[in-house]
């Protein structure tokens, strides 16, 4: 066991005066030549205490004396101070490990251990750490002392076998400056968004063309299917208008039964409204809907039957309402601005729920000697999941969830990340995220174990895209207590806390594709009626990446945001302001597979570790550095060579660009990128390189060709070999063709 860090030395210029111990006053002494003539003394008393402290060797307590993470208790007295107690830490920044604790017999119960604890808290907050740890073994009534500090269960692991203890790892997280804050010039702590993450089950109603899709096999039958599919797989929950049974009954005979009226009656029917608010809902849509008929007057009984329809789906705020009527269709834009519910075409929300039976996609990457594995946890060994959530100390609600099982279609997905044959994550969010517009995600890991980092940033990026492909999804992440690892790798992803959350409970806007001019104004809807955040009619014309973007929240507070902080709360995003230009940067097929994951086969091959991070890097020649400027959107084309599509398939953002001499390209910066030392020397003659991080990287659903891209002037006389500087409205007209939903 070695301290891995020490704190400079002013640290520790003065020392700490503790609390009066009788007619004593207490201090903590933590400079190194302070405690150095307390050394021996705090080992002496360790070592006959080592049935609760546990063995330490000698050397352990010189160590971490010398470099200062050995704090003193001492009583002043004439003579010379009294050992009243120690406190021995250690750890790797940015998580602090608290060894020992240790007070003397005749000073126990006076408050020396809280402020030993309690003054390396503030130390180690002062500093910027995320988190201190302590081990306490589960026998011992020390427990109770611990949970009072707020050092909380994060997860259990067995002793030494001799004694075959179990031991409560216990974390608290440290109230650090600027840690999951997000970096506006003004402090936005809660955008809003908790009290909207409801659990309810979506609800959306369904007109009668609709039904008769259905019932009478017509055309659109297999996408009416899919919707009615979709209640019996409790995605969602479909209802229907009184409206609907009433106009069904006026063409039944009562004297004949009728199937397809006894088969509608099934469905829950939402009561109409009052007839005040009804009519007002009639007056308000009719004008809207069928302006011309309205205003004179001459609305057919089909008309205000559909109105009617339309206005009880509203009245009881259900989510959606499925029809394939063109003329609601035509202005369900208007509808969903001013209601807040959105019209969907039945073949468009057959298209939903075909996103919520989209299996994720497997991964095997290499990092460092083990092998990290992303997969579907349903075909997992169930006991050692059991067994992992144990340890972890996980919730009940987390165990329920991720041991539930289903003989149908499950509504939650479930994800499992291995290194080997160790459990490193587990993961599991709303199948139907996308019907919902709202996705619950639960995560337990492992952060004792070495890919925990990667593990998280991959699986939370994962969900993040997943949940997010078929519309923006408002999502809501919760952690078991302690996940201090788990929550920085949040928030680098875009996921704040709200003063209205709960412990452990975060949560974001995905919104999964690029925002331009064209999808502007339907964004500007989503996010009052996700969030309650208003943004400018206009987007803004940009000036530089770090401008301020105006908006309003709840309460009509206004705020400020940088675009970088925007386009990371709101990722996986790009923000295509006017007169942001962009790059089309080239890449070979096989670079593209391993480094954007491009490729749509499963390789029994592990793919290169770069693809589970959320930052990435690209190196080029050192001449491009002034085209890869922080904040620059890329457009990656994977050029024709060795097989490749020849087209423009996925973009992304610079984050920062360096240029570096080859031979201090460190082996952390290769691991983010897929190229090796040698790959380099050949890319270019120069010494240096260009060294490019990026992130929100999206993939094109339809790869935009080279003719195309030619036809819409991104292309040049060298066809792509080098990167090229785009307008963003070329950029905005790539984008707009790749992106179908957006």
């Not at 709200?498 to 999964?512: D, W, Y």
């Not at 984050?655 to 990128?673: C, E, F, M, P, Y």
């Given at each position: ?93 940015p998580h602090a490990r608290i060894f020992q604790v240790f007070v003397r017999q005749e000073f126990r119960n006076r408050g020396v251990a809280r402020e030993l604890i309690e003054y390396l808290v503030k130390l180690l907050e002062r ?60 402090t936005v702590s809660d955008l809003g968004l908790t009290e909207r993450l409801g659990t309810h089950a979506a609800v959306y109603a369904i007109d009668l063309n609709v039904f008769w899709d259905v019932v009478k096999r017509r055309p659109r039958s297999e996408y009416a299917a899919d919707v009615i599919g979709a209640a019996f797989n409790q ?508």
């Amino acid at each position: 066991m070695g301290v891995q860090f020490a704190f400079p030395p002013k640290a520790f210029d003065a020392c700490h005066k503790g609390p009066r111990l009788g007619t004593d006053l207490m201090v903590i002494k933590a400079n190194p030549l302070d405690v150095a003539p307390f050394v021996e003394t705090a080992r002496s008393h360790a070592d006959r205490e080592r049935d609760a402290l546990g063995f330490l060797p000698g050397a352990v307590y010189d160590d971490a004396a010398a470099r200062g993470n050995l704090l003193i208790a001492l009583i002043p007295r004439a003579a010379s101070p009294e050992y009243a107690g120690h406190l021995l830490f250690g750890g790797t920044f940015p998580h602090a490990r608290i060894f020992q604790v240790f007070v003397r017999q005749e000073f126990r119960n006076r408050g020396v251990a809280r402020e030993l604890i309690e003054y390396l808290v503030k130390l180690l907050e002062r500093y910027g750490y995320l988190s201190a740890a302590a081990t306490v073994a589960d026998d011992l009534i020390a427990n109770g002392f611990w949970e009072k500090l707020g050092f909380l269960v994060a997860r259990q692991k067995p002793g030494g076998v001799s004694r075959k203890r179990l031991l409560n790892v216990r974390i608290k997280q440290l109230n650090s400056p600027n840690l999951f804050q997000p970096q506006f010039s003004s402090t936005v702590s809660d955008l809003g968004l908790t009290e909207r993450l409801g659990t309810h089950a979506a609800v959306y109603a369904i007109d009668l063309n609709v039904f008769w899709d259905v019932v009478k096999r017509r055309p659109r039958s297999e996408y009416a299917a899919d919707v009615i599919g979709a209640a019996f797989n409790q995605l969602i929950k479909i209802v229907v208008a009184q409206e609907f049974i009433n106009e069904l009954q006026r063409t039944t005979r009562p004297d004949l039964s009728d199937p397809a009226l006894e088969f509608a009656l099934q469905f829950p029917t939402l009561p109409q409204p009052d007839a005040t608010a009804l009519q007002h809902l009639q007056n308000e849509l009719g004008n809207l809907i069928f302006p011309t008929r309205s205003e004179s007057a001459t609305l057919t009984p089909q008309d205000q039957s559909d109105l009617v329809h339309l206005a009880t789906a509203i009245h009881h705020r259900t989510t959606g309402f499925v029809t394939s009527d063109d003329a609601l269709l035509r202005v369900r834009d208007s509808i969903y601005k001013k209601h807040g519910i959105s019209v969907l075409h039945v073949k468009e929300f057959a298209a939903l729920v075909k996103s919520a039976e989209v299996s994720v996609p497997l991964l095997a990457a290499q990092l460092s000697s083990d092998t990290l594995r992303v997969w579907d946890s349903l075909s997992a060994d169930s006991n050692a999941i059991k067994k992992f959530l144990d340890d972890c100390a996980a919730p009940k609600a987390f165990r329920d969830d991720f041991l539930a099982t289903s003989l149908v279609t499950p509504t939650r997905k479930r994800m499992i990340v291995t290194s080997e044959s160790d459990i490193v994550c587990l993961a599991s969010w709303d199948a139907g995220a996308a019907l919902q517009n709202r996705t619950h995600v639960n995560l337990v890991a492992d952060e004792d174990n070495p890919a925990a980092e990667a593990a998280i940033d991959c699986i939370l990026g994962t969900i993040c895209t997943q949940a997010s492909c078929a519309r923006p999804v408002l999502m809501r992440l919760d952690l078991p207590p302690g996940h201090v690892i788990a929550r920085k790798i949040a928030s680098s992803h875009g996921f704040r806390t709200s003063e209205s959350a709960t412990e452990g409970e975060l949560q974001k806007i995905c919104v999964g594709r690029p925002i331009h001019i064209g999808n502007w104004a339907m964004m500007q809807t989503i996010f009052h009626h996700y969030g309650g955040l208003d943004f400018p009619d206009a987007l803004p014309t940009f000036a530089a990446y770090d401008q301020q973007v105006p908006f309003r929240a709840k309460q009509g507070i206004s705020y400020n945001v940088k675009l970088s902080d925007l386009e990371k709360l709101l990722s996986p995003t790009l923000i295509i302001l006017p007169n942001r230009y962009g790059n089309i940067v080239p890449i070979r097929r096989i670079f593209a597979d391993q480094l954007l994951g491009a490729s749509r086969q499963m390789s029994l091959l592990p793919k290169r570790e770069a693809l589970l991070f959320s930052e990435r890097i690209y190196f080029s020649a050192s001449r491009n550095a002034n085209l890869f400027k922080a904040g620059t959107p890329l457009l990656f084309y994977e050029s024709g060579r060795d097989g490749g599509s020849a087209a423009a398939t996925a973009c992304a953002r610079v984050v920062q660009t360096t240029v570096l001499k080859k031979i201090d390209i460190s082996a952390h910066l290769l691991r983010h990128g897929v190229l090796e030392s040698d790959d380099l020397k050949q890319l270019t003659a120069n010494d240096s390189m260009c060294v490019t991080n990026f992130d929100n990287i999206m993939h094109l659903e339809n790869p935009v060709p080279l003719d195309r891209l030619r036809e819409l002037g991104c292309v040049d006389g060298s066809n792509l070999v080098c990167p090229r500087q785009i307008s963003d409205q070329q950029l905005v007209s790539v984008l707009r063709e790749g992106f179908s939903t957006g």
